[in-house]
């Protein structure tokens, strides 16, 4: 038991100071433009098939599921469009967006970087005189800080879409009664803004430095990306919370 | 007897591993076959237990022509053929005598705890007992092998291949094996050893096939080889980077 | 012009693969489903424990703060509305229905299911598949039907405990936030939810196990390059294990009817 809460506390020392050299380093812009900008394109654009469908089929889901119960309980869909948009930006398209990039992006780069320590690539790099968090970690972050509210949007624009497409064909209302913003408001916007961005700095942050510790032989990359979907994703939901408790008077007027 | 008659193997456009490959193993035998790395000594054994398919020629099991026979049949043929890899390749999951258990009760259709019992008598006859209960990742090569030879002998195969059986291993455990081959010849154990190890080689064959650029350049016993002019043995005998390989 | 060209071989590519994986986790499917008569029951017990293990903190944490977050997202609507009563019911239903599976799935997915993958990969790159088929054992009796049959077990058992936490966190939120007293947030759910809306979230979250068995077994088995092609093999399984997550959903969701 002592071995373990030492193992935890020395991991979580080494990751504050991974995510305060990252941050250091990217305040000082120090990050070569062409590296962020194909980090962006390799986690952001090649991530739009798949939250797209992903989240199309969350929307789907979500918009049977409460149609089913405002059918049975009120027998009135008005509040559905207006209620599941509002949901939808505060909660559930940051969340389980969060979640879902957390397994593309996040495995992707746990990955990446773990390979690279198993193949000593990055004592290679160190050798050369550069210096691992400034050449991997930074360039990834500043690419996720700006795809993944990106993707986010994203995923709720989708999720959306195939809400109204669902409301429309299995509960016949139409699309501009469902597509309604009377209930949202720049409260709801702004939590889901600032969890977007939290997210976004989660993801590459905890990913890379699963990466960057993993163990030699045949299951040290494999363990690795285990590590970073978990701990990305019990991060989301933790931070998730935080946020709707201390942001709370912000969203429920 | 394990035969090969005209078996040809490529793999994708490379240049053929094996070709036009005749070679008869007796029955109750030590044969081994040797050769420069990548010269598909391993290749060709794996034909028998059917792990690589021939692209051409046949392979015949106690007569039986086994070439082309698919999972279910291969298993007969699987029952009488063990296996020793080259790299031990125990379950991660079992310490050594569930490895040996494991296939015991597969094998034998009887209880784990059966088959547990029976694993401890194979693992003390090869001395290997103390390792009982460790796993495969704090284990050495040398023990590995060992349990691995141990797992294949439980099995009570009638043919044994060894894949490199002594690389990797200190001369000490490699001298090991070679006795452990030389015990399982007395109990009636056709054995095949692929192998470039000198000592193992010269000192525990019945009779060395050597293959050279894909083709058997020379089968006989290693009286013959030692005394033999051809400059690729010779070279191959006395470890030199100069000459025709 | 080969631009164009370029775009429609690149997607021509990912259609293939997508098809030539869609028929092989079929084929895994119908082969493990062949194999449960048969499987290894020492394995299968060994399996269930380390999965049960293995995710029950985390995912009794996941549980802990949904039911909060739930809660936190319902009282606005219930505030408004003066229906206070209906709070247990709001944050409850659609947790133990749909959001508390779907978290559970994908919680055990990113930790069950890709050491899973890792673990079959690293058997694969390592040759002991091959020992094992050598030993005449089949591995799908051995291996694969077991985890299978684990997985689906220990994803509806989870459930039930991720439920059990998601209530507490719940409570302990409504409490906080809305001054709810427990005994009176329990009484409010026993009145209003339903055996059926458990039954349903547990049934989901079987064949959510299900998904999650055959993607991780099936992207394991298929492994090959090292621990590098280790790593890309759980890449690969746990974001399509997170699709399948999703479109067993919808497909299981449609046709229970909500």
Known sequence: MNAVIRRIARESRDFTALVIQAYVLLFRLRMRRAVVVRQAFELGNRSVVFIATTMSFIGLIMVLQSGYQAGRLIGDYSLLGPGYIQLLVREFAPTIGAMMLATRIGAGIAAELGSMTVTEQIDALRLCGAEPVEELVVPRLAACLVMVPALIILAGLFAEIAGMFAARLVFNVPFATFFELRLLTSGDVIVGAVKAMLFGAVIPLVSAFAGLSATRGSEGVGQATTRAVIHTSISIIFLDFAVNVLLYPVYAR | ?245 | MSGIRGIVAAVGRTALQFAADLGGLAILFLRVLRTIPRLDIYELIRAAERFGWQSAPIIGLTAFFTGGIMVMQSLPYVEQLQAMRLLPWAASFATLREVGPVLIGLMFSGRVGSNNTAELGTMVVTEQVDALRLLAIDPYDLLIAPRFVAMVAMMVCLTIVGDAGAVIGAMVTARAMAGMEMFQFIQLMREQIHLADLASGLVKSGFFGAGIAVVSCYYGLATSGGAVGVGRAVNASVVASAVSIVVIDFAVTAVMGG
């Open chain 2, 1 to 245: 007897m394990i035969e090969f008659r005209g078996l040809s193997k490529r793999f994708g456009d490379r240049p053929p591993v094996l070709e036009d490959i005749d070679l008869q193993i007796p029955t109750g035998s030590v044969q081994f076959v040797i050769g420069p790395s990548g010269a598909g000594k391993s290749v060709l054994m794996k034909h028998v237990v059917g792990l690589v398919r021939a692209d051409s020629g046949r392979v015949l099991v106690d007569g039986e022509d086994v070439t082309d026979y698919g999972e279910k049949a291969l298993f007969k043929v699987r029952e009488k053929v063990g296996f020793v890899f080259q790299q031990a390749t125990l379950l991660d999951g079992l310490d050594v005598l569930d490895n040996v258990a494991l296939a015991i009760a597969k094998r034998f259709h009887v209880k784990r705890k059966v088959a547990r019992e029976r694993a401890m008598t194979e693992l003390e006859r090869m001395h290997l007992q103390p390792f009982a209960h460790r796993f495969p990742a704090d284990l050495g090569a040398g023990v590995k092998k060992r349990a691995a030879i141990a797992r294949a002998i439980a099995l009570d195969p009638r043919y044994l291949v060894y894949d490199e059986p002594t690389t990797g291993l200190d001369p000490i455990a490699a001298r090991r094996v070679d006795r452990l081959i030389g015990e399982l010849k007395g109990r009636g154990v056709t054995q095949i050893v692929v192998s470039h190890d000198l000592a193992s080689i010269l000192g525990v064959a019945d009779r060395i096939a050597m293959l050279h650029k894909a083709r058997v350049h020379i089968e006989g016993t290693p009286d013959a080889l030692r005394a033999s002019a051809d400059p690729v043995i010779r070279q191959f005998l006395s470890g030199s980077p100069v000459g025709p390989m």
